[in-house]
């Protein structure tokens, strides 16, 4: 998923390559990628190809995350989710059942 206009964390909080929140872009839990324990519990959270809305991502120099507006106040790895309505994300790497 794009990490663009998440909070950088560690550039004293500004956004990410644009002003514009992230708010609101819808994304899909790809129920893959990565830390184990990190993806076992995400698993136990949410269903597999289940569509979310981001609240807001943030972008840390080795890892990012990303809080749903479904599950409040929890983060989960951004490298588990992809975007739904951007145009540069290969669709056919998703492998949705619609």
Same mark, same amino acid.
């Given at each position: 998923?794009?990490?663009? &206009?998440?909070?950088? /964390?560690? !550039?004293?909080?500004? #956004? ?6 992230? !708010? &609101? ?6 129920? *893959?990628?990565? #830390? &184990? ?5 995400? *698993? /136990?959270?949410?269903?597999?190809? #289940?569509?979310? /809305? ?5 972008? &840390? ?6 809080? %749903?507006?479904?599950?409040?106040? #929890?983060?989960?790895? /951004?490298?588990?989710? !992809? ?14 059942? %619609?």
């Amino acid at each position: 998923m794009s990490l663009i &206009g998440g909070i950088d /964390t560690y !550039a004293f909080n500004k #956004r990410f390559k644009s002003e514009e929140s992230p !708010a &609101g872009r819808s994304v899909v839990f790809l129920s *893959k990628n990565g #830390r &184990g324990i990190e993806l076992e519990h995400a *698993k /136990t959270l949410i269903a597999e190809n #289940r569509i979310l /809305t981001v609240k807001e991502i943030y972008v &840390g120099r080795s890892s990012s995350t990303v809080e %749903f507006e479904e599950f409040p106040g #929890r983060k989960f790895n /951004t490298v588990m989710f !992809a975007d739904l309505d951007d145009p540069e994300e290969d669709m056919d790497d998703l492998d949705m059942p %619609f």
